[in-house]
């Protein structure tokens, strides 16, 4: 299975995105269509273009040497084209690189931070580390709730409040953390493992909440009932790497996520359904490919090695089957059709954090 994933990844996707998926100036399109052609007009969302930036930089770090020029090209892009001055950074440009969104959004400054971990871990890039922590500072100063805990998801604040953003913060903190520990990083990272133990993790339904009021209370009707079995896999994955990195240890709500998600979260093929509720029904059917990566990543490193190769080979049958190779189908409904027009760069950061653990860990 290692060599049908290296095979795709490395011989038809990353070449494909490297060439198709980029522009002149070394920005990245938001889509391809199912032939591989770039779809113009659509905003440049700093989230992708930070995600794009770690995917070619953990490339590099697999040994497909010719992510270096890509990923150092779209750094420089992206602190050029999408840093405010305030050390903020934007929501999205348009196609030409101007200021389309100067929103500074939290789930945005999230994947800035990790690409930020990405390329000084790879590519040693001595700007990554200033800006990290000149990012983190401002996030700081200008979004932190100090009642409430965590941060606003962007400026001015808005509603709902999510785990999303949050659980992505942690992520791009203990990425920092493992190659270039701060206090700042670390102090970060505790605030967010404490909001999760506080108020994410439903103790008495087993689950992980999504959507919250603004002082962290469960929304009320449908919104408070969403549970997403893909975000219970991140969270078991990042709870297991926080505690290796000395930070508290939360195994056991851990344990909890990750059979709640099997049990409740699984069609009979394997795939994880995007919604269920609290007590354990699904809401929604359908299968979201990012869901499908983050649970092949944790069974993975969870041991279950049977079950990640079951699962890998469904998603070569079902989201990575496309006519032309190197794409995917992003999502499908509850009986089985696709539901996409075009193919979203966004997936490509979740097939790299599965697959990069797949041909890391042992067979």
């Not at 889509?31 to 905003?43: A, M, N, Q, V």
């Not at 010719?66 to 001055?85: K, M, Q, S």
């Not at 992003?330 to 027009?341: E, I, K, L, N």
Request: net charge negative.
């Amino acid at each position: 299975m290692q060599d049908r994933v290296r095979d795709w990844l490395f011989r038809q996707a990353l070449p494909l995105w490297a060439d198709a998926g980029i522009d002149a100036e070394g920005r990245f399109f938001e889509k391809l269509d199912f032939d591989g052609r770039p779809i113009t007009g659509r905003p440049r969302r700093t989230r992708v273009q930070a995600r794009q930036v770690y995917v070619f930089a953990e490339a590099v770090s697999l040994g497909w040497a010719e992510g270096v020029a890509v990923a150092r090209r779209a750094l420089d892009v992206l602190i050029r084209d999408y840093r405010r001055d305030d050390s903020l950074w934007v929501r999205s440009v348009d196609d030409a690189g101007a200021v389309s969104d100067a929103t500074p959004d939290l789930y945005d400054l999230a994947f800035v931070l990790f690409a930020l971990a990405a390329a000084h871990r790879v590519l040693k890039d001595a700007r990554a580390r200033p800006l990290a922590l000149a990012t983190l500072a401002a996030i700081e100063a200008r979004m932190a709730d100090p009642v409430h805990g965590g941060w606003q998801e962007a400026l001015p604040p808005v509603l709902p409040r999510r785990q999303n953003p949050h659980m992505h913060m942690l992520e791009a903190l203990l990425a920092w953390q493992a190659v270039a520990p701060d206090p700042a990083f670390e102090a970060a990272a505790r605030r967010v493992l404490d909001l999760f133990d506080r108020c994410f993790f439903d103790r008495e339904h087993l689950m992980l909440g999504e959507f919250y009021d603004r002082d962290w209370t469960v929304r009320p009707g449908s919104e408070g009932q969403c549970i997403e079995p893909g975000h219970h896999m991140e969270w078991v994955w990042l709870l297991g790497e926080a505690a290796r990195l000395g930070l508290p240890d939360l195994s056991s709500a851990a344990r909890a996520l990750y059979t709640s998600a099997l049990t409740c979260g699984l069609r009979p093929d394997g795939l994880a359904v995007r919604e269920i509720s609290r007590i354990g029904q699904v809401r929604d059917g359908g299968v979201r490919l990012w869901a499908q990566t983050e649970l092949l990543r944790t069974l993975k490193t969870r041991g279950e090695h049977v079950r990640a190769d079951h699962l890998t080979q469904r998603l070569f049958e079902t989201h990575l089957a496309t006519a032309t190779p190197g794409l995917w189908i992003d999502s499908f409904d509850a009986a089985g059709a696709p539901q996409d027009a075009d193919v979203p760069a966004s997936s490509l950061y979740h097939l790299m954090t599965a697959f990069s653990a797949l041909l890391t860990e042992p067979a």
